[in-house]
Every structure is written in C-alpha cells, then in structure tokens.
C-alpha cells in the first residue's frame, strides 16, 4: 500500500475533526509537553521551573489539542524534521494561542493548528523544491564545465 503523502493525511485529520467525535478520539490522551511547548486545562495548577522557556496553552480542550498535536508527529514524520522540531511546534502552538484569544469554540481551536500545520507543510515543499532546482542548477553548471574542458 502507497504511503500517504503529508497533504493527504492532512485531508484526512481535518475530515476526521469534522465528522467523528474528537473528544472521544482523545480520551485518555497525555497532555503535551514538548519541545517548549505545554497543553494544559489550567495554567496556574502548572509549575515551571525558574529559568525554563515554556509556551503554556491554556484550554479546555487540552486533551483534544493535545490529540491533534501528537497526530502530527507520525503524520508529517518528513515536514517536522525538516524543519526544527521547536520551530514547527512553536508555529503550532502560536495558531493555538491565537485562536484562544478570539474564541472558544474546539472545532475552530483544531482547525486552527491545522491550517497552521497545513501551512508549513506547503512551505516546507517549496523550500525542498528550491533545494532540489539549486541542485540540478549546481549539476549543470559542473557538466557544462566539464564539457568546455573536453
């Protein structure tokens, strides 16, 4: 069977956050709390040691936000490590915060993240893309010299 693609699992989270039960997808899942980055129900039960660069995401939705986020870790294995792992999850977190703010509604909390995720996805195929023409740019500029020389 084909490996999914980083959009197509993308696709399939967001019509999974639409039409199944996320809260019930999410029972029982750990709070994250990585890379800097920590889900929680309520920010002042939480203790930070002094000295410790922590983005809090305080939300009733933990557990869900929490679901989602560890979803990415296997589906976009080849984007988050394209990238620097911190980065991707502050970007992740930065959506999550920013839609908290403006509502409190959970389905606009995960589509939020998504977009997010979904984002940085196109952009890391665009920087691969780059890559890879710089590459072959690279190859033909040597061949060419090659060719003068012969």
Request: charged residues 30%.
């Amino acid at each position: 069977m084909p490996q999914r693609t980083p959009l197509e699992f993308l696709t399939e989270l967001r019509d999974k956050i639409m039409k199944e039960n996320v809260s019930r997808l999410a029972m029982g899942a750990m709070l994250f709390d990585e890379y800097g980055i920590r889900i929680t129900e309520d920010a002042e039960d939480e203790y930070i040691p002094s000295g410790q660069s922590l983005t809090l995401i305080e939300t009733e939705y933990a557990q869900e936000l929490s679901w989602e986020v560890r979803q990415f870790k296997d589906g976009l294995f080849d984007v988050i490590s394209y990238f620097d792992k911190q980065v991707f999850y502050s970007r992740l977190a930065d959506a999550a915060t920013s839609c908290i703010a403006r509502t409190s509604d959970r389905a606009a909390l995960l589509l939020s993240v998504l977009e997010e995720a979904t984002l940085i996805t196109v952009q890391a195929q665009v920087f691969k893309n780059q890559d890879m023409r710089d590459e072959v740019l690279a190859c033909v500029a040597s061949l060419s010299d090659v060719a003068e020389k012969a």
